[in-house]
């Protein structure tokens, strides 16, 4: 893996919904649309923010949503044309901000021409080979992707289909993208990466690529494929669900799993990304938020922000024809527009990101937990050469709570508290801490 990466902490964004872009069909006024400066404006804040790369959702010609692509090789026009991709990469690189874009590989559009041809032409045929077919003969059918009919899926065992995926990596790699999310990985062979990437990186070493794994053997899946990483899923759900339930069993479980994790690749972590409910919402309870936030920038992994769960965005995905549209909202030109509740909110994130910037081992320090229980968790991680070991606490109770063992010099504090505050080495009600740990006797 690129060794930049493990300084990388991404601010995901859904360029369509976050530019105004209508997603359930064209503008009403036809031709390319301009909107992709508008990401732009916001890169000062994002680096503010501390994160130094940009994880964008679809931004190529597509039929609706940006999963429906129609062109790998187009700029959607509701976004803009080849010199709005060019302007954007300039102003990243001024700010040394990295660039990550979302490859929808498994499938395409039905107005794809390839699957336009395929579905014309029928299976056996030479056209037809582009995508996978369920049935025999007059009764078979193209297949698509749980359950969508507009996404045609692609036949991934043949060569020309790897071909094509090689070539569309290659080429935005070379117009300064510098790696890859990748669309529904866990619907694709791994195998099929192993013929794509070695063509890929022979051209671009330093591009990173990221698997989209929801399910199934995350480790595995890296090793057969040959990606970097994967979207570390399980550690999210357990994230939101403990604290949601006031069950920290289920965070230790997690990150247990997520440590032997470590040994084989470094995951992508994150607690909010364009297809789930906004943490604000999943977590229920206001007070606690931002204790999913400490655990994201205190544990391994290379981190996401999901543009506006810095600013304490709302949002439910709902299972309906348009479902995903209070998680994509549209933002507003500057991020002077934004309304003055959430920044308290950013400037959490910014004290949390701080942390992390001043502790950059944490990236793939394994850690331990401590102590657990339902509405306590203390967690440990030590640097490589054994000099510095930090914990962090978390209380969900409405009681003070004490770790069993005791901490050092309290670090940083919930709320943005002045750390002289309360009792040393307590945690207050609904609170979260990060000590230097004592020294061990």
Known sequence: MPDWVDHAIWWHAYPLGFTGAPVHGPDADPGVRHRLGRLAEWLDYVVELG??????????????????????????????????????????????????????????????????????????????????????????????????????????????????????????LERGADGWRLDAAYAVRPEFWRSVLPVVRARHPQAWVLGEMIHGDYAAYVAESGIDSVTQYELWKAVWSSLADRNFYELAWALDRHRAFLDVFLPQTFVGNHDVTRIADQVGDARHVTHALAVLFFVAGTPSVYAGDEQGFRGVKEDRAGGDDAIRPEFPPSPGDLAPDGWP?????????????????????????????????????????????????????????????????????????????????????????VFRAQASR
């Open 345 to 433: 909110v950013y400037r959490e994130h910014q004290r949390l990101i701080g942390f992390r910037r001043r502790h950059p081992w944490l990236v793939r320090a394994p850690g331990s937990t401590v102590q657990v229980a339902n509405e306590q968790l203390v967690l440990e991680s030590a640097s490589p050469d054994g000099t510095e070991r930090l914990r962090l606490v978390l209380n969900l109770g409405d009681e003070p709570f004490a770790p069993q063992e005791g901490v050092g010099e309290r670090l940083l504090r919930s709320g943005g508290l002045d750390l002289a505050e309360g009792p040393e080495g307590v945690v207050p009600p609904h609170a979260w801490a």
């Open 51 to 172: 994160c130094n790369g940009l994880l964008l959702g679809p931004v190529f010609a597509a039929q609706t949503h940006g999963y429906d692509t129609i062109d790998h090789f187009a700029l959607d026009p509701r976004l803009g044309g080849d010199e709005d991709w060019d302007a954007l990469v300039a102003a990243a690189r001024d700010r040394g901000v990295r660039l990550v874009l979302d490859g929808v590989f498994n499938h395409v559009g039905r107005d794809h021409p390839r699957a336009r041809a395929a579905l014309a032409a029928g299976p056996g045929t030479e056209a037809g080979r582009w995508v996978r077919w369920t049935g025999d003969g007059d009764g078979a059918v193209p297949e698509v992707f749980e359950g969508h009919g507009q996404l045609v899926v692609l036949d991934h065992s043949q060569p020309e289909v790897a071909e094509h995926v090689a070539q569309v990596m290659s080429h935005w």
